[in-house]
């Protein structure tokens, strides 16, 4: 069974920080290149970074230099390091695997706000 579970977030100023954790089911941790999406009000969900099995990071443009995607395989966790908050970042955060689509399972999602 498929387990997601986002947490961490909240109401932040424009330049705090804020991480986000996801415990994420073995039957999909381990064996996938996991990612952070994001969706806006308004917005299509999108993948802001991403950690494959053997640790390599990806970032999107609009993240770079201030997220930092890590995550505890012992713990099967995935954590999202969010530094120097902009008010454009607000969004629910969720995890999955890089390559989910909208037909795969999502958790409930993490809101992040940030005020300006």
């Known amino acids: 069974q498929v387990q997601l579970v986002e947490s961490g977030g909240g109401l932040v100023q424009a330049g705090g920080s804020l991480r986000l954790s996801c415990a994420a089911s073995?039957?999909?941790?381990?064996?996938?290149?996991m990612g952070w999406f994001r969706q806006a009000p308004g917005k299509e969900r999108e993948l802001v970074a991403a950690?494959?099995?053997?640790?390599?990071?990806d970032y999107a443009d609009s993240v770079k230099g201030r997220f930092t995607i890590a995550k505890d395989n012992a713990r099967a966790t995935v954590y999202l390091q969010m530094n120097s908050l902009k008010p454009e970042d607000t969004a629910v955060y969720y995890c999955?695997?890089?390559?989910?689509?909208?037909?795969?399972?999502w958790g409930q999602g993490t809101q992040v706000t940030v005020s300006s």
């Open positions: 999955n695997k890089r390559s989910a689509s909208i037909y795969h399972y």
């Open positions: 073995r039957s999909i941790f381990g064996i996938n290149t």
């Open positions: 950690i494959t099995i053997g640790g390599s990071t």
